[in-house]
C-alpha cells in the first residue's frame, strides 16, 4: 500500500472520530435543553395553577360580598316595615315627626351604600394590584432563567467550537508537514537514483569500448558493481520501513493524547453542568419558599382585617338596635327614652382564626332590659334627639369573608417545604449535615464541588445536606459558593 493510500485512510478514521464526537456533545446539549424546558413547563403549570387558586378565590369573595349586601337589603327592608307599622299606629299628631325621621333613615341607608361601593371598589383594586405584583414577579424569574440558560448553552458551544478549530489546525499543520517531508524523500531519492543511472551508463560507456580487450575484468566490475547497487536498494527499503513505522508510531500516540484530553474536557463539563443544575434548584427552593411565606402573612393580614371587620359590623349592629329602641319609645311615647347602650369594649388584638370567623359578627348582642314602666306623660321634646347621619357615616362596613370549604379544596396548596432536620428519622442525614457545617466553617466556604470530593459524599446527600442547613438559616449562597452565617450555630 502506497504512503499517501495510508494517511488518506487514517485521515477518514481520524474525521470519522471528530463526527462522532460531535454527535455526542449535540446529543448531550439537546438532553439538557430539554431538561431545561420541562423545568421551564413546571413552572408554568405552577404558574397556572396559583392563577386559578387566586380566580377561585376571587368568585368566593364576589360570593361573599353579595350574601351580606342580601342581608343588609333584607334587614334594611325589615326596619321599614316596623318603621311603617309604628308610624301607621302612631297619633296623628306625631305624623309630621315621623315624616322627618323616615327622611332622616333613608339619607342615612344612602350614606351606607354609598360607603359600601367604596370600600367594594377599593377591596377590587387593591386585590388586582397584589395580583399583578405576583404575576410580574413569576414573569421576571422566569426571563432571568431562560436568559441564563441561553448563555450558558452559547457559551458552551462558543468553547465546543474554539476547541474543534484548534485541533483542526494541528491536524492541518501535521498533514502538511508530512508533505513536504514525503516530497523531500522522493526528490532526494529521485537525485540519487539519476545518478547512479548515469554512472551506469558512464561505465557500460567503457566496457563496451574496454569489452574486446579485458572481458574478465568488466565482469568482475560489473559484479561489484551491481553488488553496491542492492547493497544501496536494501539500505534505502530499511530506512523508509523505519521511518513509516516512527510516524504511524506517532500519529497513534497524539490520537491517544488528543482522546484522553477530550475525555478530560467532557467529565469537567458534565460536572459543571451538574453542579450548576444542583444551585439551580437550591435557588428554586428557597424562591418557593419566600413566596409561600409571603402568601401566609398575606392570609394572615387578611384574616386580621376580617376580624376587624366583624368587630365594627357588631358594634354597627348594637348602634342600629340603639337607634330602634330611641325611636320606638319616642313614637309612641310610653316612657322616658331608653339610655343609649354602652359602647362595646375594644376587642383584643388575638391571632385570627382561618377556620371560622370570629362569633361577635354571626350572634347579635343582647337588647339592653326594659325599665319599669313610668307615669303616663310625654317627654319633652328637647330630652329626645334622633341620631344624626354624621355619626353613621363614621362607621365603615366591610363584607365578611366567610370561609367557603368548596373554595378552600379548590386553592392550590402551597409547594410543601422539605422536612427540617429535627424531624428526619434517619442520623445519617444529621451527620452529613454536621459534616458539610464543619467543613464549610473550617474553609470559610467553597463550591459544592469542592464539599463532595473532601467528604467523599454522593451528590444526592451533599445537597440534601446544604438544603437543609440553608432552610435552617445556618449556610447561605453568593455566586455559586456557599458561605457560614455570622449569627449561625450548629
Known sequence: MALKDVWQ????????????????????LTTIQ??????????????????????????ARQTQFQQVRNALQQFRRSLQQETQAFLGDAHQQRQQQAAMTARDLDEFVRLLKADTAQFLSDCAAERQAAA??????????????????????????ANRQAMAAALLQQLDDFVRSLQVQTAQFLTLTAQERAQMAEALMQSLG??????????????????????????????????TQTFLTDTHAKRLKDQAELLQTLATYYQSLQTDVEDYLDELALIRQARANQVHRSLAQSRRDREAAVAELFDRFARFRAELQAFRANLAHYVWGTGTPLPEPP?????????????????????????????APPPLTPP????????????????????PPTPNPASAAIAPEPPPA???????????????????????????????????AALGASRVQT?????????????????????INGGAEA
Open 9 to 28: 485512510a487514517a485521515r477518514q478514521q481520524r474525521q470519522q472520530e471528530v463526527q462522532t464526537r460531535q454527535a455526542e456533545v449535540r446529543q448531550q
Open 132 to 157: 399583578a405584583a405576583v404575576a410580574k414577579q413569576l414573569q421576571a424569574f422566569v426571563q432571568a432563567l431562560r436568559q441564563q440558560t441561553a448563555e450558558f448553552l452559547a457559551s458552551a458551544a
Open 34 to 59: 430539554a431538561q431545561l424546558q420541562q423545568e421551564a413547563e413546571q413552572l408554568r403549570t405552577d404558574l397556572g395553577l396559583f392563577r386559578l387558586g387566586l380566580a377561585s378565590e376571587n368568585r
Open 206 to 239: 567503457d566496457f563496451r569500448a574496454r569489452l574486446r580487450e579485458t572481458v574478465a575484468d568488466l565482469r568482475q566490475d560489473l559484479q561489484l558493481d551491481i553488488t553496491e547497487i542492492q547493497a544501496r536498494v536494501a539500505v534505502l527499503r530499511a530506512e
Open 463 to 483: 445537597v440534601n445536606a446544604l438544603r437543609s442547613l440553608i432552610e435552617r438559616g445556618m449556610v447561605t449562597q453568593r455566586d455559586r459558593i456557599y458561605y
Open 418 to 452: 422539605p422536612a427540617p432536620p429535627a424531624a428526619q428519622s434517619d442520623s445519617a442525614k444529621l451527620d452529613s449535615a454536621n459534616a458539610v457545617y464543619d467543613y464549610l466553617k473550617a474553609c470559610q466556604g467553597a463550591r459544592l464541588a469542592q464539599i463532595e
Open 380 to 399: 319633652p321634646a328637647k330630652t329626645v334627639t334622633p341620631p344624626q347621619p354624621e355619626a353613621v357615616t363614621q362607621v365603615e362596613f366591610t363584607p
Open 343 to 371: 359602647p362595646l369594649p375594644p376587642k383584643a388584638a388575638t391571632k385570627p382564626v382561618v377556620s371560622a370567623p370570629p362569633a361577635q359578627a354571626q350572634t347579635p348582642p343582647a337588647a339592653p332590659a326594659k325599665p
